[in-house]
Structure formats: C-alpha cells, structure tokens
Nanobody
Framework: QVQLAESGGGLVQAGGSLRLSCTAS????????VGWFRQAAGKGREGVSC????????HYTDAVKGRFTISRDNTKNTVYLQMNGLKPEDTAMYFC????????????????WGPGTQVTVSS
C-alpha cells in the first residue's frame, strides 16, 4: 500500500501563509487525483481542493478560492497546498488523500489517506 505523508502544518497568525506538502512514493503512476481535506474540532470533514494527476486540472471549495493553491512537483512525488491569507476559520487538521480511478468531480471516498497535519490560525 502506498503511504501518504503530510507536513508543513503549524501555528500562524491571521493573514499569514503556510505551505502543506503531501508526499507519496508514486503519484503519477498510482493515482488519478489527489485531494486536500480538513476537519475542524467538532466538525465534519470538508473537501478543500483536488488536483487531477492526469490533466493537472484543479478544484477548490468556495471558502478557499483565491487564497489556496494546489500544485505538484513530479520530481519530488509531492503535492502542495499553498495557503495564503489564512483565517481563524481555516484552523483544522489537514489531510491529503489520493484515488486511483476517480476524477475530482466524482467526489470519491479516496483510496489512501495521510495521517494529517494540524494548522492553527490565531486571530
């Protein structure tokens, strides 16, 4: 089973930036899409962004459009989530996940998940 690992979380003041990384042994050959999710304390999991490994298309939930950017570095088998203009409501555990067959629009359950990285935004 391919393992995913997130990194880059931390504590930042409102208006600040963080870049999350999601690393896997093989993104290009194993997966069709990679997504970022978050779960705040006491709330359900929310999809944040999704990228098609096949064609590079990207998708964002409305709450982060214009502030977050998903990208990938094939040479490092890493997908990034650049988060700018962070708000206290962005505070959550962030997870990356990957699926082998679906497209972003399918909203699949995703095959593999990382353990998560905590992002805390202070006001």
């Amino acid at each position: 089973q391919v393992q995913l690992a997130e990194s880059g979380g931390g504590l930042v003041q409102a208006g600040g930036s963080l870049r999350l990384s999601c690393t896997a042994s093989r993104f290009s050959s194993d997966y069709s899409i990679v997504g970022w999710f978050r779960q705040a304390a006491g709330k359900g999991r929310e999809g944040v962004s999704c990228m098609s490994i096949t064609d590079g298309s990207t998708h964002y939930t409305d709450a982060v459009k214009g502030r977050f950017t998903i990208s990938r570095d094939n040479t490092k088998n890493t997908v990034y989530l650049q988060m700018n203009g962070l708000k206290p409501e962005d505070t959550a555990m962030y997870f990356c996940a990957a699926d082998r067959w679906a497209s972003c629009a399918d909203l699949p359950p995703y095959d593999d998940w990382g353990p998560g990285t905590q992002v805390t935004v202070s006001s």
